[in-house]
């Protein structure tokens, strides 16, 4: 079975550009986190989704960052426009219970490089 | 809120030497979930604890939850390079709305 997609694997991009990041969770899930990684930070969770539906963004660090999942198949984070401080790998992972505590599974990520 | 202190940052073994990871909460928690993540990789799920004292094993991996249900340790026996890694907790006190992973522990191991 295909685990967790997400695309691109990296992304290097000019600071003031627009950068959308991609998810395909594992089929039969109903959550969907997004979360990023830095040294600094650590593993931060961003927002997480139940059933399509946005449950809990307070970890979305301004109005720069903004995520929709459309449909049970599909999401994307969006960075608008994007700084050298959102540089960080962007993992997205998923679940089948009803709430974060659920075992999680992960993408592989997107590495973003904002020069 | 809670706070999940991950102790060490970091450790540097000889194989063959033993490891432990200490994961310590300010409040009781419903579980605990431990993950592992590989240089270069994403977080991998490891294994689930949700009984006071409980003790679970995973071939040289033992883990741990403490009977106040506050903390929780990983213990590898007989490190081998393939356990080279971060070694992340991830508590839940079952009101939040969402794992908080703690600071991980970064294993370096050296033949």
């Known amino acids: 079975d295909a685990g967790v997609i997400q695309s691109p694997r990296h992304e290097v991009t000019e600071m003031g550009q627009e950068v959308t990041l991609r998810c395909k969770p594992i089929s039969g899930h109903n959550s969907l986190f997004w979360y990023r990684q830095t040294m600094m930070r650590g593993l931060e969770l961003l927002i997480y989704?139940?059933?399509?539906?946005?449950?809990?963004d307070s970890g979305m660090p301004e109005d720069r960052f903004s995520a929709k999942m459309p449909n049970a198949s599909f999401s994307t984070l969006k960075i608008q426009p994007s700084e050298p401080r959102d540089s960080a790998v962007y993992f997205c992972?998923?679940?089948?219970?009803?709430?974060?505590?659920?075992?999680?599974?992960f993408g592989p990520g997107t590495r973003l490089t904002v020069l | 809120g809670q706070q999940v202190m991950q102790i060490p940052q970091y450790q540097h073994v000889q194989e063959g030497e033993d490891f432990t990871t200490y994961c310590n909460s300010s409040t009781t928690l419903s579980n605990i979930q431990w993950y592992k993540q590989r240089p270069g990789g994403h977080p991998v799920f490891l294994i689930q604890?949700?009984?006071?004292?409980e003790v679970k094993k995973q071939k040289r991996l033992t883990f741990q939850f403490g009977e106040a249900k506050k903390n929780s340790s990983l213990h590898i026996t007989a490190t081998q390079t393939t356990d080279v890694g971060t070694y992340f907790c991830?508590?839940?006190?079952?009101?939040?709305?969402?794992?908080?992973f703690g600071t991980g522990t970064r294993l370096q191991v050296t033949l």
């Open positions: 604890l949700v009984k006071s004292g």
């Open positions: 992972a998923s679940s089948s219970g009803q709430g974060a505590a659920d075992t999680q599974y």
């Open positions: 989704f139940n059933n399509n539906v946005p449950i809990d």
């Open positions: 991830a508590p839940n006190t079952g009101t939040a709305s969402k794992l908080t």
